[in-house]
């Protein structure tokens, strides 16, 4: 019988918890163990990260790391999940409300939500310590940034993507499968894909994680045996999946030549409009708790009512929400464009 401890540090036996998973042939408790000793980071916690760290966590992974920028939305319900109504009145941080709500799913586990924006600073912190990176973002940016991490830190990572009825998986094992740049490099239409342009249906989200968990689960228990590199394509209005064999690029700039393009771009503070939204990103130096209560004070002395959390702080400014976090990201929402934010951000900010 193996044994984990709870957050108590009490002896939790786990023969109950997993057992109909331990019956499985292809898993039986040796595979079991491993899943039990396995750490992984999920890169994105909103619907295909939600559904990932709930299934991570009820099949026992020991050590889950989630990373992610936003809060909760009422978007996200209908395709996010444990995410609540509560959590949207809250403004929860995505990444607390899952390490929050996963911890009452199964206490025997490590769970941390890290609310933060991806960057090549914040996975070196993560990459070390774990077995495999899963990608769970909505922007091509990430991924390709995730790409050249992993192949720098020899970490195997799956690749997945959703839009619309559409959704793709892929397994990557750097200098044994292809890259993501060996298959996406110059494919710039890829980028044009996402649910806030084109939506989502709320079925193809666990059509795409059972793939990206399954092949998750092969690859921890198999090691180097696993072999099942291919590109799998899902359809869940047409209820279809391909998958195509892939071949490595023998003159992939990244894993082949190790030239990192998104790890050797220069940090910029540089206002950005978020990709299918009207919404607007600053970086401010606003990243420190006298900072963050700089803010409350301002908008105390001004009347301007809002609501705050252990990680943001969210008002109304000429009828734009606003919300910054911690971490001294800005978002001004119902904006068109990058120019009227900028305009409303200096008159806020003087």
């Known amino acids: 019988m193996f044994i984990q401890y709870d957050h ?22 040796q595979g079991q163990k491993k899943l039990n000793e396995a750490s992984v980071l999920i890169v994105g916690g909103g619907a295909l990260g939600s559904h990932m760290a709930e299934m991570c966590a009820r099949m026992g992974i020991s ?23 509560e959590d949207v009145l809250n403004k929860e941080a995505k990444a607390f409300a899952l390490e929050k709500h996963l911890k009452k799913i199964n206490s025997s586990i490590k ?36 790409n ?18 559409y959704g793709n998986v892929v397994p990557i094992s750097p200098g044994k499968s292809a890259c993501l740049d060996c298959l996406l490099a110059n494919t710039p239409f890829f980028n044009g894909a996402s649910c806030d342009l084109i939506g989502v ?4 989200i666990p059509f795409i994680t059972s793939i990206q968990s399954s092949i998750m689960v092969k690859m921890l228990i198999q090691q180097e045996e696993f072999d099942d590199y291919y ?22 700039k990244s894993c082949v030549c190790k030239e990192f393009e998104h790890l050797n771009k220069a940090y910029t503070d540089e206002a950005t409009q978020l990709c299918g939204r009207d919404t607007v990103q600053f970086r401010t130096s606003l990243h420190e708790e006298a900072h963050f209560q700089q803010l409350v004070n301002y908008l105390d002395e001004h009347a301007i009512s ?16 606003i919300v910054l976090f911690k971490d001294g990201r800005l978002l001004i929402h119902e904006v068109p464009d990058v120019k009227r934010a900028k305009k409303l951000y200096y008159q806020l900010f003087n």
Request: contains cysteine.
């Open 201 to 204: 249906q709320t079925t193809l």
């Open 63 to 85: 050590q889950i790391t989630i990373l992610d920028r936003d809060y909760v939305d009422l978007s996200n319900l209908q395709r996010q999940t444990l995410f609540t109504e």
């Open 231 to 252: 590109f799998y394509q899902m359809d869940s209005w047409k209820l279809q999946m391909n998958k195509f064999a892939v071949r490595r690029n023998k003159e992939c």
């Open 111 to 146: 769970i941390e939500g890290m609310v933060a924006d991806v960057n090549k600073q914040i996975l070196e912190q993560y990459i070390h310590n774990i077995d495999i990176v899963l990608d769970c973002t909505d922007n091509f940016d990430t991924r390709f940034l995730i």
């Open 8 to 29: 108590k540090g009490e002896p939790f036996m786990m023969d109950s918890r997993y057992s109909r998973q331990m019956l499985v042939s292809s898993i039986g408790k």
């Open 148 to 165: 050249e991490v992993c192949i720098l830190h020899n970490k195997k990572w799956i690749f997945a993507s959703c839009a619309g009825t």
């Open 306 to 321: 809002y609501k705050r959390n252990k990680f943001i702080v969210s008002f109304s400014y000429k009828d734009h929400p």
